[in-house]
Protein backbone atom coordinates (compact mmCIF):
# COMPACT_ATOMS: atom_id res chain seq x y z
CA UNK A 1 0.00 0.00 0.00
CA UNK A 2 1.03 3.40 -0.53
CA UNK A 3 1.40 6.12 2.23
CA UNK A 4 1.21 3.55 4.73
CA UNK A 5 3.28 4.13 7.72
CA UNK A 6 5.68 1.21 8.71
CA UNK A 7 6.70 0.87 12.59
CA UNK A 8 10.70 1.25 13.01
CA UNK A 9 10.63 -2.16 14.07
CA UNK A 10 9.11 -3.43 11.26
CA UNK A 11 11.62 -1.71 8.89
CA UNK A 12 14.33 -3.45 11.70
CA UNK A 13 12.77 -6.68 10.94
CA UNK A 14 13.00 -6.22 6.96
CA UNK A 15 16.41 -5.24 7.32
CA UNK A 16 17.68 -7.70 9.31
CA UNK A 17 15.87 -10.52 6.65
CA UNK A 18 17.07 -8.90 4.03
CA UNK A 19 20.84 -9.31 5.17
CA UNK A 20 20.35 -12.99 6.33
CA UNK A 21 18.81 -13.52 2.25
CA UNK A 22 22.98 -12.52 1.48
CA UNK A 23 24.71 -14.55 -0.43
CA UNK A 24 27.37 -17.05 2.06
CA UNK A 25 23.72 -16.90 4.86
CA UNK A 26 25.51 -14.25 7.43
CA UNK A 27 24.93 -10.64 8.16
CA UNK A 28 28.10 -8.68 7.98
CA UNK A 29 29.31 -8.36 11.55
CA UNK A 30 29.24 -4.75 13.03
CA UNK A 31 30.33 -4.17 16.37
CA UNK A 32 28.97 -0.23 17.62
CA UNK A 33 31.37 -0.62 20.44
CA UNK A 34 34.60 -0.98 18.35
CA UNK A 35 33.21 1.33 15.69
CA UNK A 36 32.62 4.25 18.13
CA UNK A 37 34.34 7.65 18.10
CA UNK A 38 34.82 9.77 21.06
CA UNK A 39 35.26 13.50 20.54
CA UNK A 40 36.80 15.18 23.39
CA UNK A 41 37.45 19.24 23.77
CA UNK A 42 37.14 22.35 25.76
CA UNK A 43 38.11 19.09 28.99
CA UNK A 44 38.83 21.24 32.08
CA UNK A 45 40.14 18.20 33.70
CA UNK A 46 39.24 16.45 36.78
CA UNK A 47 40.40 13.43 39.18
CA UNK A 48 43.32 11.56 37.94
CA UNK A 49 41.80 8.27 39.20
CA UNK A 50 38.95 7.88 37.05
CA UNK A 51 40.00 9.50 34.29
CA UNK A 52 42.72 6.67 34.13
CA UNK A 53 40.26 4.40 34.36
CA UNK A 54 38.34 5.83 31.61
CA UNK A 55 41.18 5.82 29.50
CA UNK A 56 41.94 2.43 29.96
CA UNK A 57 38.28 1.30 29.08
CA UNK A 58 38.67 3.36 25.83
CA UNK A 59 42.19 1.86 24.92
CA UNK A 60 40.94 -1.92 25.52
CA UNK A 61 37.51 -1.04 23.62
CA UNK A 62 39.83 0.45 20.40
CA UNK A 63 37.64 3.35 20.84
CA UNK A 64 39.26 6.27 18.35
CA UNK A 65 39.75 9.63 20.55
CA UNK A 66 39.48 12.87 18.76
CA UNK A 67 41.41 15.60 20.94
CA UNK A 68 39.62 18.60 19.44
CA UNK A 69 38.36 21.85 20.49
CA UNK A 70 39.99 24.98 22.35
CA UNK A 71 41.56 23.38 25.16
CA UNK A 72 42.34 20.36 27.10
CA UNK A 73 43.46 20.78 29.93
CA UNK A 74 44.88 18.39 32.99
CA UNK A 75 43.67 15.02 33.60
CA UNK A 76 42.20 15.65 29.82
CA UNK A 77 45.61 15.52 28.71
CA UNK A 78 46.02 11.54 29.58
CA UNK A 79 43.39 11.12 26.01
CA UNK A 80 46.81 10.77 24.88
CA UNK A 81 47.23 7.48 25.97
CA UNK A 82 44.28 5.88 25.04
CA UNK A 83 46.14 4.36 21.95
CA UNK A 84 43.89 5.20 18.75
CA UNK A 85 44.11 9.02 19.44
CA UNK A 86 44.41 11.98 17.12
CA UNK A 87 44.95 16.18 18.30
CA UNK A 88 43.66 19.12 16.39
CA UNK A 89 46.55 21.21 16.01
CA UNK A 90 45.07 24.26 17.19
CA UNK A 91 43.36 22.89 20.48
CA UNK A 92 45.62 23.89 23.55
CA UNK A 93 46.65 21.29 25.96
CA UNK A 94 47.77 22.49 29.53
CA UNK A 95 50.22 20.38 31.60
CA UNK A 96 50.80 20.45 35.44
CA UNK A 97 51.78 18.09 37.77
CA UNK A 98 49.53 16.07 40.36
CA UNK A 99 47.87 17.92 43.01
CA UNK A 100 45.21 17.95 46.04
CA UNK A 101 43.05 21.05 46.19
CA UNK A 102 43.15 21.16 49.82
CA UNK A 103 46.56 19.58 51.86
CA UNK A 104 50.11 19.17 50.31
CA UNK A 105 50.47 15.92 48.22
CA UNK A 106 53.45 13.97 49.96
CA UNK A 107 56.77 13.07 47.69
CA UNK A 108 56.30 9.36 47.54
CA UNK A 109 52.63 10.23 46.15
CA UNK A 110 53.87 12.60 43.94
CA UNK A 111 56.21 10.74 42.73
CA UNK A 112 53.58 8.24 41.89
CA UNK A 113 51.20 9.71 40.38
CA UNK A 114 53.59 12.20 38.23
CA UNK A 115 54.65 8.66 36.47
CA UNK A 116 50.92 7.33 36.16
CA UNK A 117 50.46 10.85 34.47
CA UNK A 118 53.57 10.00 32.24
CA UNK A 119 52.81 6.46 31.62
CA UNK A 120 50.10 8.38 28.88
CA UNK A 121 52.54 10.23 26.84
CA UNK A 122 54.31 10.03 23.89
CA UNK A 123 58.28 9.49 24.66
CA UNK A 124 59.31 13.12 24.05
CA UNK A 125 55.79 14.51 25.76
CA UNK A 126 56.97 11.99 29.03
CA UNK A 127 60.39 13.51 29.29
CA UNK A 128 59.56 16.49 29.33
CA UNK A 129 56.89 16.44 31.79
CA UNK A 130 59.00 14.23 34.10
CA UNK A 131 61.55 16.94 34.01
CA UNK A 132 59.68 19.80 33.75
CA UNK A 133 56.03 20.30 33.90
CA UNK A 134 55.39 18.37 36.96
CA UNK A 135 57.19 20.55 39.29
CA UNK A 136 54.30 23.42 37.87
CA UNK A 137 51.62 22.91 40.55
CA UNK A 138 49.82 26.68 40.06
CA UNK A 139 48.34 27.17 36.62
CA UNK A 140 49.15 24.97 33.36
CA UNK A 141 52.39 24.98 31.51
CA UNK A 142 50.52 24.93 27.08
CA UNK A 143 51.58 23.08 24.32
CA UNK A 144 49.57 23.16 21.24
CA UNK A 145 48.21 20.49 19.56
CA UNK A 146 50.46 21.33 16.83
CA UNK A 147 53.31 20.95 19.00
CA UNK A 148 52.10 17.32 19.97
CA UNK A 149 51.52 16.35 15.97
CA UNK A 150 55.36 17.28 15.75
CA UNK A 151 56.15 14.68 18.71
CA UNK A 152 54.60 12.14 16.62
CA UNK A 153 51.16 12.22 17.79
CA UNK A 154 48.44 11.78 14.51
CA UNK A 155 46.83 14.61 13.24
CA UNK A 156 42.79 14.38 13.15
Not at 49 to 73: D, F, H, N
Not at 129 to 154: E, H, N, Q
Request: hydrophobic share 40%; net charge positive.
Amino acid sequence: MIGRRRSPHSLLLFVALLLLAVPGGAAPHYDPVVARVQVVGNDGGGRLRPRIAEVRQLKARGVRVEIRGAYCLSSCTLYLGAGNVCVHSQTAFGFHGPSYLDRPIRSERFDYWSRQMAAHYPPPLRRWFLTSARFVTSGYVTVSGADLIRMGVPRC
